[in-house]
Structure formats: C-alpha cells, structure tokens
C-alpha cells in the first residue's frame, strides 16, 4: 500500500487520538518502525495489521474508523491541499459529485504511482445519486463515505449518505441531496493566496 495513505492514517491517529496511540499501535502490530515514510510502498499486510489493531484498542469498527479518516482528510487543518484538490471539482456539490468520477486520474496526476480505485456517479434525479467504488482498496468506500459527508458541510450541502451491499464487486455509496444550500459553506479560493 501507498506510503501516503499509511502516512494519512497516522496523521490521522495523532491528531485525534494522540502521538502515544499510535505508538502504541506500531508497538502492538509489530512494526519495526513507527513513522511511515510518504513516498515508499508498504505491503498490505502491515496497513491491515495497523488498521486492526487501532480498531480494536480504540473499540471502534472498522468501517466507522475509516470514514472518520475521510472526514479527517477534507475537515482537518494538516489536509488543506487535499481539500483544494477536492473543491477544483466544481462550485456546488453536485458539481463536486460529477468530478468524483475523474478523481484517480487528478490523484495520479499530483503523485504518479498512487493508484486509487475507480468511482463512478450514477445521477437518478436531481436529488438521488449513487457512487459505485471499483475494488481494489479494502474500506476505499468507508473513506469516500466520510469525505462526501465532509465536502458536503464544506459546500454547505445537506445530504444523507449510505453505505450499501456490493454490487459486481463494487462498493455503493447511495447519495441523497436534501438541500444545496443548506448552510454557509466554508470559504474557498480558487486562486492561492498571497504571502
């Protein structure tokens, strides 16, 4: 797996749960190290083994876990260029939810070897959407779910997501849009700021 994706999970930890959880977890899952270097592949096995053993001393499931990550990933401070990535995809939600289909494509190109699995939006009404996550990283629709949940408080949309059964091997995230414009979305420019 990705060094960056490992490095997102540890980031994620000690933001939310403190530097010595994660120690503790690198120390319980056996690793040799305890930082995660960004731009090096990692087996699966070592990712799965971190995920396991944080969900269990965190008494959290795993699906849960993984969408707080997602979450994380738009709404915390340390992911700002994560989010300006994420609001290049349109200037309204529904924009944002067509973009998603481009999405591994605009990852590969900020990091060439980061594979993230295909999405795929199927619109059934101006408010009824459903977003089909390809396999190929274990809990990826977990972390969209939380993502989608962030970016829709980020545009001030007011949805409800659910997590449904696979579908010919892909994950279904079902997408109801109650209201665009529910609440003042948090500021976003599209040009970078000025030091």
Not at 43 to 57: F, I, K, N, Y
Request: hydrophobic share 40%; net charge negative; aromatic share 8%.
């Amino acid at each position: 797996m990705h060094g960056l994706i490992n490095r997102a999970i540890q980031s994620f930890v000690c933001a939310t749960y403190g530097r010595q959880c994660w120690l503790q977890a690198t120390q319980a899952a056996g690793l040799d190290f305890v930082e995660f270097e960004a731009m090096l592949i990692y087996e699966a096995e070592v990712s799965d083994r971190v995920l396991e053993v944080l969900c269990t001393e965190l008494n959290r499931r795993k699906s849960e876990f993984l969408e707080d990550l997602g979450t994380y990933l738009v709404s915390h401070r340390n992911m700002e260029d994560l989010r300006r990535l994420l609001r290049f995809g349109g200037v309204t939600y529904v924009e944002f939810l067509h973009s998603l289909d481009d999405l591994s494509d605009r990852v590969r190109l900020a990091v060439s070897d980061l594979t993230l699995p295909d999405l795929e939006l199927q619109e059934h009404s101006s408010a009824e959407y459903q977003l089909y996550c390809s396999p190929g990283l274990p809990g990826f629709s977990s972390v969209m779910t939380g993502v989608l949940r962030a970016m829709a408080d980020d545009y001030g949309a007011l949805v409800v997501l659910s997590n449904e059964e696979r579908r010919n091997g892909s994950e279904l995230i079902s997408i109801t849009l109650i209201e665009s414009a529910f609440a003042e979305g948090r500021h976003f420019e599209l040009g970078a700021r000025k030091s």
